[in-house]
């Protein structure tokens, strides 16, 4: 199992980025993905996820999306209204034996992307 995230970069608070995991190996509309973010000198925290619903953390739930493509394998994270404190290295991550309650406990997701930078400047 190969993730593969994509479409961080630098933006100016306010803007919007859309990230992008795809996935191969593992066939993405049959379990959950995850997004996870990594600001510098902070743990890794759970940002939101999906399978058959979709799950946010607080911070972001009134300013992301996420959404899939089945036909293409992959997840997107559409952010919008970035501040400063978004700033982080996003990851995507999947497993095959999530259940619905353990979305944001990154340690029941085996498989990770690389991560993509995400800078929010002020």
């Known amino acids: 199992v190969q993730l593969q995230a994509s479409g961080g970069g630098l933006v100016q608070a306010g803007d919007s980025l859309r990230l992008s995991c795809t996935g191969s190996?593992?066939?993405?509309?049959?379990?959950?993905v995850g997004w996870f973010r990594q600001a510098p000198g902070q743990e890794r925290e759970f940002v939101s996820a999906i399978r058959s619903s979709r799950r946010y953390s607080d911070s972001v739930r009134a300013r992301f999306t996420i959404s899939r493509d089945n036909a293409k394998n992959t997840v997107y994270l559409q952010m919008n209204s970035l501040l400063p404190e978004d700033t982080a290295k996003y990851y995507c991550?999947?497993?095959?034996?999530?259940?619905?309650?353990?979305?944001?406990?990154?340690?029941?997701?085996?498989?990770w992307g690389q991560g993509t930078l995400v800078t929010v400047s002020s």
């Open positions: 190996g593992l066939t993405f509309s049959s379990y959950v």
């Open positions: 991550a999947t497993g095959t034996t999530i259940i619905f309650g353990m979305w944001d406990d990154e340690r029941k997701y085996p498989f």
